[in-house]
């Protein structure tokens, strides 16, 4: 019912009850039910048409205050509006993709960290958000975190892996070089294992803290990713590497695990970062090897040395017995040892070394001085090569003994540029003896030494071309021909 029909209606009952009322009519009971009736039909119509003119009137406030009915879909990812679509399906298909796109660029379960969310709009024409720049939008605003492996030790976290298999792989590498080596020395490994509690936990982390394996591998091995490596050269050793870097044997053993440091050739690169690894591999292997005996030492005396003077009668000879044991290590260093079984090769031969017991002769020079080693003479005194050779060569096996030409007092004993290792005695008199490119040396500096005296070992240090002493008689620093004055007063 509109407003004009209900007017009329209205007008018309007016008008009716009214001319009833002017003409005075008796009413009977049946025409006091039809008024009735009439004035309860005219309340009702006041009742509908005012329900239907406040519903028309809120239907026109609505449209006043909202416009038309809603046609798109504002887009919000994250906390970040980025346009405005009008269909969803197309947006949640680009957001899908993207994520694929990157589970393949990184290779791992990846959660993104922004939710997509839609909103009922009333947009005009031309102000729909193209799909091209929507996805463009999600990929600028975009965060990501991965599942990833992180490695607990004790509980605390050391390196994180990009999958369970690499973490594994990890922990097995650590093992790998005391088992290599354990083959090499021919053991038989019975237990390897980690003392520390080691946990590999499954995790959500941002992408940038995932590691490399190798780097993992070298901090777990050595506590740091510092490289220093030394290139072995020809007669070295681990006693010489070590020294010449102010380390220990067992510090250059510890810092390469996986070699053998018996057999190291030149070429061969040996470590010289002491490790302080994370992780402590213990070790139990039966091992079965030879070992030496040690002999006993006995003394004979005799007239015919000097006090001070020793002499070997019969050199030692160590025995052998082959030993099986149970071997404890920690971190391929050796710390406990069980012996299971012993059978001896060989017996030891005891050393007999000769004591002399004659008296001291006197430690000032005699006057005349003698041959210091034996050997054959192979370059005199005078020029050689067009330069002056200012002494006698005297050639003879290394670690033959070097004696005293006489007595003196020894002025110098070490290392002197193209003599090698070199003894200087003053023998009083301005006349003093050299001994050159020596192997050993016996004495001291300020030491009185008599006729005679082991001082050295012919050896071949400094320029030197072979075993040999180089002998030199100065006087008053000038040197002299050693033959002229050997077998012959000189004072």
Same mark, same amino acid.
């Given at each position: ?15 009716? =009850? ?166 090499? $020395? ?49 007669? $070295? ?68 040395? =000097? ?185």
């Amino acid at each position: 019912m509109n407003g004009s029909t209900f007017r009329t209606l209205k007008e018309k009952m007016v008008k009716y =009850y009214c001319e009833l009322k002017k003409k005075k009519f008796k009413l009977n009971l049946r025409k006091k039910s039809t008024i009735m009736f009439l004035c309860t039909l005219l309340l009702l119509t006041f009742i509908v048409s005012g329900a239907f003119a406040v519903h028309h009137f809120q239907q026109k406030q609505e449209t006043v205050a909202f416009g038309s009915k809603p046609n798109a879909y504002k887009v919000t990812f994250g906390n970040q509006e980025i346009g405005t679509v009008q269909d969803t399906e197309s947006v949640i298909l680009a957001f899908d993709k993207i994520q694929n796109e990157l589970l393949k660029k990184v290779n791992l379960d990846v959660v993104i960290n922004e939710n997509i969310s839609f909103e009922d709009v009333y947009v005009e024409n031309g102000q729909i958000t193209p799909l091209g720049v929507i996805r463009d939008n999600i990929t600028k605003n975009l965060s990501f975190d991965v599942y990833a492996y992180a490695i607990n030790i004790n509980g605390k976290q050391f390196g994180v892996l990009e999958s369970e298999a690499l973490a594994e792989k990890l922990l097995k590498s650590i093992k790998e070089p005391y088992i290599n080596r354990m083959k090499e $020395e021919n053991s038989n490994l019975e237990e390897i294992g980690i003392l520390e509690e080691v946990e590999i936990v499954r995790k959500k982390v941002p992408a940038s803290e995932v590691q490399d394996f190798n780097t993992v591998l070298t901090l777990f091995e050595k506590g740091t990713t510092e490289e220093k490596v030394h290139i072995v050269q020809k007669g $070295e050793n681990y006693w010489n590497i070590a020294k010449k870097y102010n380390l220990t044997v067992d510090e250059l053993i510890q810092a390469n695990p996986g070699k053998n440091h018996i057999l190291i050739h030149p070429g061969d690169g040996i470590n010289l970062i002491v490790p302080k690894p994370y992780l402590t591999v213990v070790t139990w292997e039966e091992k079965t090897f030879s070992e030496k005996i040690k002999y006993d030492k006995k003394t004979e005396y005799t007239s015919s040395l =000097y006090k001070d003077q020793v002499q070997v009668k019969r050199k030692g000879v160590y025995g052998e017995k082959q030993v099986t044991a149970k071997v404890k290590k920690i971190n391929g260093i050796e710390v406990a040892k069980e012996i299971l079984n012993e059978v001896i090769i060989s017996n030891p031969i005891a050393q007999i070394n000769l004591q002399g017991t004659k008296k001291l002769p006197s430690l000032k020079g005699t006057g005349i001085f003698m041959r210091p080693t034996r050997g054959s003479l192979t370059s005199r005194f005078g020029m050689r090569w067009g330069r002056m050779h200012n002494g006698v060569d005297l050639a003879s096996r290394t670690g033959t003994p070097i004696k005293a030409a006489d007595g003196g007092v020894v002025t110098y004993a070490g290392w002197k540029g193209n003599y090698g290792y070199l003894v200087e005695i003053d023998h009083g008199g301005g006349f003093k003896t050299r001994y050159g490119h020596c192997s050993k040396i016996y004495v001291k500096v300020g030491q009185k030494v008599y006729k005679d005296k082991t001082i050295a070992a012919v050896g071949s240090t400094g320029r030197s071309t072979g075993p040999h002493v180089h002998f030199e008689v100065l006087k008053h620093g000038v040197p002299q021909d050693p033959f002229k004055y050997i077998g012959k007063k000189y004072r």
